[in-house]
């Protein structure tokens, strides 16, 4: 019976001492928990309490996100000015330092295309008689030919630029001549070299072949079966002749190719800045792109903050010129300007005095009472308009002072129009704290 109520009693006594614990959690520790209305509230008291101070608040925590999109915008900016640095260093290799016609460019670019074709046929075409000639060595195939392909190339290149030092009269007719001479001397007895080995790569392709059908050719003769003597010499004569015509094809496209690749070499100079300034255009244009939306992150972002900020005022129902006034106020502070309290007050007595200018010739003095109204009213605005908007109570005392003169009436609206404007950027420079 005792063991049965062991368990029972320590239940019942961790249920009790649970209990008794929240309560004095709820006892004690609640009231010290921040009541989230009573938080709220305090925030808007501070906030009505002192607008300036939460405008210099809001200013320092949008900071770091403004500083973080105009450093990725300096950032994009940098790369267009590099582009255009890259762009025009490359307009002064043409002529004039104008970009070519479309026509030029297309003439350039498919010849520099029909130069890379045919390098690509020359040295398909030079390997395999390259490596006949040096007795299957693929090694020194291979860099014979990028040897022997690399003369035209710098041929046709040094042929360019003499003719462009001809051209300019930077080099005399005569020393032309013999430079252009030596080129061409220089090309032609490549390709001749080239086209006397052609014939090399035939005896050696069909040199296996040809053996095989002469060891037949006599294997039959020794046996003496006329049939196949006939056969075995008519396919000797068809390897022969195809050797022979395969000898004289390579021996033609050996100086197509190379005569080829001089030609269109000339245009190697002028394609390859073309292209480069394509590449640099194409790179401007992307960061330009870059730099409209960094541009584009950065306005979104001031116009959402100014949202916020501007919907916070009008809940706790604070005016717009109000915040108009602060924000000029801390601009005004970070800018370093002497007098930053009165910059809207001046602009205000300006208007005053402008009003209290032009009373006395609207309405003559002559007319009574009204006038020493009208100088009244004036010098009320004179005396309010350093701080704020006259109060309402002005608009009570309105009917005992009478309609108001029709000069009167069209000059005060503009006031508060004058007070409102403001420069566009100027929340942009509101937090800079340097």
């Known amino acids: 019976m005792t063991i049965m109520l062991i368990p ?4 019942v006594g961790v249920a009790a001492l649970t209990c008794w614990l929240a309560y004095l959690a709820l006892r004690y520790l609640l009231p010290r928990v921040p009541n989230p209305m009573q938080a709220r509230q305090a925030a808007r008291d501070r906030v009505l309490s002192d ?63 029909l130069w890379i074709v045919a390098i690509v046929s020359a040295f398909m075409i030079d390997v395999p008689i390259i490596n006949s000639v040096s007795g299957g060595n693929v090694l020194f195939g291979v860099l ?5 392909l690399g003369m035209p190339i ?11 030092k001809r051209r300019a ?38 040199a296996d072949t040809i053996r095989k059908a002469q060891q037949q050719l006599t294997m039959y003769k020794e046996d003496g079966d006329q049939n196949a003597i006939l056969y075995a010499e008519q396919n000797l004569k068809d390897l022969q002749a195809q050797q022979q015509r395969s000898a004289e094809w390579n021996q033609a496209l050996v100086p197509i190719a190379a005569t ?3 030609a269109a070499g000339f245009f190697f100079p002028l394609a390859l800045p073309l292209l480069l300034l394509v590449d640099a255009q194409g790179s401007r244009r992307k960061s330009q792109a870059s730099l409209a939306a960094s541009a584009n992150a950065l306005t979104n972002q001031r116009a959402r ?51 209290l200018a032009q009373a006395p010739v609207t309405r003559p003095q002559a007319e009574g009472p009204s006038g020493g109204e009208d100088k009244a009213i004036t010098a009320e605005i004179v005396t309010t308009g350093e701080h704020q908007p006259v109060a309402p109570a002005s608009r009570e005392e309105a009917p005992r ?17 004058t007070l409102l404007e403001r420069d566009s950027d100027l929340p942009d420079r509101s937090f800079d704290l340097s």
């Open 260 to 262: 080829a690749e001089f």
């Open 401 to 417: 002072r009478g309609p108001a003169p029709a000069t009167q009436q069209a000059a005060t609206p503009s006031t508060p129009v």
């Open 144 to 148: 014979g030919t990028i040897l022997l």
């Open 8 to 11: 029972i009693i320590t239940t």
């Open 305 to 355: 903050e100014y949202a916020r900020l501007s919907a916070k005022f009008q809940r706790l129902g604070l005016t717009q010129l109000a915040l108009q006034q602060h924000l000029a106020t801390v601009n005004a502070e970070n800018t370093g300007d002497a007098a930053p309290a009165t910059a809207i007050g001046d602009a205000r007595g300006q208007v005053a005095e402008e009003l």
């Open 51 to 113: 607008p300036l101070d939460y405008v210099r608040a809001w200013i320092v925590h949008i900071a770091p996100s403004r500083l973080k999109l105009q450093q990725q915008m300096q950032a994009t900016q940098a790369k267009v000015n590099r582009a255009t640095e890259r762009e025009q260093h490359i307009m002064t290799s043409f002529k004039d330092g104008k970009e070519p016609t479309f026509g030029f460019k297309v003439t350039a670019i498919t010849l520099f295309v």
């Open 169 to 206: 009269g930077e080099m005399a007719p005569i020393w032309f001549s013999v430079a252009v001479t030596v080129i061409l001397a220089v090309v032609v007895s490549i390709v001749a070299i080239l086209t006397s080995l052609a014939p090399i790569r035939a005896e050696v392709e069909y």
């Open 154 to 164: 710098i041929a046709s290149v040094l042929l360019g630029h003499f003719f462009g």
